[in-house]
């Protein structure tokens, strides 16, 4: 049973009001809100458990050390990873697939190879491959999504060539709530030597993630959209893709030994992972995992799927409503426009009136905005936490733009 209810009292921001109205929060696509037993964890972690890892031999040392290492376990279980070893900390998404960039590919890229990416992207999964083809002369390859904002994985392997590297891909639209299917390219992209990274930003946070079934090469996840704290993430890379990366960052951690003419390094993960960490965000990520998992991500899943279609057929009434993207089994996210009417940036200030939390903007989604040919949406994304009580508070407030707009 999901227990709605009993959620919610888990987040504590979820019971105050903004401009005298109840919270409604629906910019999870942004980041999530944060249940007490993170809050908790990190603030014990400062107050009673907090020093640096790895390097002491003290007893505050080792039980940091300890907690923080054990949320590198707890991610290999969460994704389905086969060996924890290849699960390499980061402060995000972002970080992970520039990781990726700076020491996989770019060391094996040659001006005229190519990567081949999605017009959904966000631009954490595009600007680092800008960087190889400015400065290296990769050639990147656009495949643009069907008119229902559905991306056709046929399309994305008809695109492999011979200098065809690397596939870059969402696992889901943070725009339109896409869902893409990265099995069957994984699985084609193998056999045709072509190494696949995936963004799964927001993916991991709406259900299921099992890197062993996609066959993926690298999957990046971020902590803060994941009910943990802002700074956390890490990234999956298959055990043969590490043997090939070099080290990106240089300092303490990432060695075995430094002398004034040569420098060996550590075994991976920690050959990646240089300087002092985020200790206590990851430790934070650790426990927001555990919750989720303690929940169920098939339950979770469900949850907002009923949210999903809830709220497509409440916006179906709405003939002045335009909804971008409506392909299947989509996650619950929706990017909102009322035609000919009113700014995304009009609606967002009038449902922040209503206590009601959307974001405006291009979701750092620019490629996506120009094919949709559109400047800017009103996102609406729906978390574990939300009603379909917000689902129609957020109907009532576009009805009132629309009344004051039309």
């Not at 924890?84 to 402060?91: A, H, L, M, S, Y």
């Not at 990147?140 to 399309?155: A, F, H, T, Y």
């Amino acid at each position: 049973m999901y227990d709605i209810d009993a959620i919610r009292a888990d987040f504590p921001i979820l019971s105050r009001e903004v401009n005298g109205k109840p919270l409604v929060y629906l910019d999870n696509g942004a980041s999530a809100q944060k249940p007490r037993v993170v809050i908790d964890a990190m603030t014990r972690a400062y107050e009673h458990e907090y020093a640096n890892v790895h390097r002491g031999l003290h007893y505050l040392s080792n039980l940091a050390t300890e907690k923080y290492e054990s949320t590198r376990a707890v991610i290999a279980r969460f994704l389905n990873a086969p060996d924890e070893e290849e699960i390499v900390f980061t402060t995000g998404a972002t970080e992970g697939i520039n990781l990726i960039s700076y020491a996989w590919a770019a060391p094996r890229l040659q001006a005229g190879d190519e990567i081949i990416l999605s017009v959904l992207e966000h631009h954490a999964n595009i600007v680092p491959w800008h960087f190889l083809r400015e400065r290296q002369g990769v050639v990147l390859k656009w495949i643009e999504p069907e008119d229902d904002g559905s991306l056709d994985p046929q399309k994305v392997l008809a695109a492999i060539g011979p200098r065809t590297k690397l596939i870059a891909i969402t696992h889901m639209s943070n725009v339109l709530g896409t869902k893409v299917d990265v099995t069957t390219i994984c699985k084609a992209a193998r056999a045709a030597g072509v190494a696949v990274l995936i963004d799964g930003s927001q993916a991991a946070v709406h259900g299921p993630v099992d890197v062993a079934a996609i066959g993926c090469d690298f999957y990046a996840i971020t902590g803060h959209k994941l009910y943990g704290p802002s700074g956390s993430g890490a990234i999956y890379i298959r055990r043969e893709r590490m043997q090939e990366m070099r080290p990106f960052l240089g300092g303490g951690d990432m060695i075995r030994e430094v002398s004034r003419d040569v420098v060996t390094y550590a075994e991976p993960p920690l050959r990646f992972e240089a300087g002092t960490p985020g200790i206590v965000q990851q430790i934070g990520l650790g426990v927001a995992l555990d919750y989720l998992m303690s929940i169920g991500m098939d339950k979770i899943a469900a949850h907002e799927a009923m949210l999903r279609d809830y709220a497509q057929a409440r916006f179906a009434g709405l003939n002045w409503l335009n909804v971008h993207g409506q392909a299947a089994g989509k996650g619950a996210i929706f990017s909102l426009a009322i035609a000919g009417q009113a700014h995304a940036h009009d609606i967002s200030t009038v449902l922040d009136k209503r206590g009601i939390a959307v974001r405006a903007g291009t979701h750092c989604a620019m490629p996506l905005m120009q094919h949709l040919g559109i400047s800017a949406s009103a996102r609406a994304s729906f978390g574990m936490y939300n009603t379909t009580g917000e689902v129609d508070a957020l109907v009532s407030a576009l009805e009132l733009c629309h009344e004051l707009f039309g």
